[in-house]
């Protein structure tokens, strides 16, 4: 059974840094890219970032560039998203999501299986 299990998420304020983490199990964690997603309040879905099998490849949303920073380790079996200067706008609930394939994808259909989310609030 795939599982994706987020951790990290809390109350920050504007300007200041969070890590999110996100333990994978029940499948082979190298052999497929990962993707965080967010949800703002009364929003749908955003794309924020991507990372390809090997970590060799990384993708991200226009508005992330700069201050968020995918990685992944896969002898731990666990994606990370370390995001810096975080703003308001950024207050959202946090989802890592397992690709298809290989490589990363801005697509949200690239992805078959989400976690449950860690809520990450900015706010002063």
């Known amino acids: 059974e795939v599982q994706l299990v987020e951790s990290g998420g809390g109350l920050v304020q504007p300007g200041g840094s969070l890590r999110l983490s996100c333990a994978a199990s029940?499948?082979?964690?190298?052999?497929?890219?990962m993707s965080w997603v967010r949800q703002a309040p009364g929003k749908g879905l955003e794309w924020v970032s991507a990372i390809s099998w090997n970590g060799g490849s990384t993708y991200y949303a226009e508005s992330m560039k700069g201050r968020f920073t995918i990685s992944r380790d896969n002898a731990k079996n666990t994606l990370y998203l370390q995001m810096n200067s975080l703003k308001s706008e950024d207050t959202a609930v946090y989802y890592c999501a397992k690709g298809l394939d290989q490589w990363g994808s801005s697509h949200l259909a690239h992805y078959d299986y989400w976690g449950q989310g860690t809520q990450v609030t900015v706010s002063s």
């Open positions: 029940g499948f082979t964690f190298d052999d497929y890219a």
